[in-house]
């Protein structure tokens, strides 16, 4: 089982739609969590970060954690076909010392907003 | 990205051949990462770096070595390239300490033939 689990998607949507995505984790030591946007042929850019459950919101997209559920959401209002893209969620855990930084990511899910 | 440079962008090669991917950074960051990305895997870290000469393996780290001798380069070296490494290849930094967030690269895309 893969610590990080990801619907790859495709996902296909019509410009204006609420767009939910989501991923699962298994461990519990993750406390960073973040969303990643990779438009294609491009390197993965950083979109939303979190440490503690709950909502966090920035202009049209909203993270959300549930550590007791293990389960996080990036949602997307009002998407456009600038949205685009393939979206990654990626989490850390507490430790130090030289596992700083270390990530471990989702494999992603490609997003079509079409107009 | 602003800041992080990766060479060569696209590189064709042949079985059994040394290959090395440059990644430079202008900002004098500490963390560097090495990761390749393969559909159905999503990015998978390879080695990283938290300061000059001093690296560690992350999980695919077999058949990959890297050095850096200078802050602002992280040299990623197959020693005999395979087909199995055929993959896009990212550098990231943390840039900043505080939230731990990384920073990517454009990325490198390697065939080996």
């Known amino acids: 089982q893969k610590e990080v689990e990801q619907d790859p998607g495709p996902l296909s949507v019509p410009e204006g739609a609420i767009v939910s995505l989501n991923c699962t984790y298994s461990?519990?030591?993750?406390?960073?969590f973040m969303w990643y946007r990779q438009y294609s042929r491009k390197g993965p850019e950083l979109l939303m970060y979190?440490?503690?459950?709950g909502n966090k919101e920035d202009g049209r997209f909203t993270a959300q954690v549930d550590k007791s559920s293990k389960y996080i959401s990036l949602f997307i209002r009002d998407s456009q076909p600038s949205d685009s893209a393939t979206y990654l969620c990626?989490?850390?855990?507490?430790?130090?010392?030289?596992?700083?930084?270390?990530?471990?990511f989702g494999q992603g899910t490609i997003l079509t907003v079409h107009p | 990205d602003a800041g992080i440079t990766q060479s060569p962008r696209h590189k064709v090669t042949e079985t059994g051949t040394p290959v090395t991917l440059r990644c430079h950074q202008t900002e004098n960051h500490r963390y560097m990462y090495w990761y390749r990305q393969d559909p159905g895997h999503g990015l998978r870290l390879i080695h990283y770096s938290y300061g000059v000469k001093d690296t560690d393996k992350g999980e695919v780290s077999d058949g990959y070595s890297v050095s850096r001798s200078k802050t602002e380069d992280f040299l990623l070296t197959l020693e005999s390239a395979t087909s199995s490494q055929t993959s896009v290849y990212f550098c990231a930094i943390t840039r900043d300490s505080n939230t731990d967030t990384q920073y990517f690269g454009p990325g490198t895309r390697l065939t080996v033939l």
């Open positions: 979190t440490y503690s459950s």
């Open positions: 461990n519990s030591a993750f406390q960073y």
């Open positions: 990626a989490l850390k855990t507490n430790a130090g010392g030289t596992s700083y930084g270390k990530l471990t």
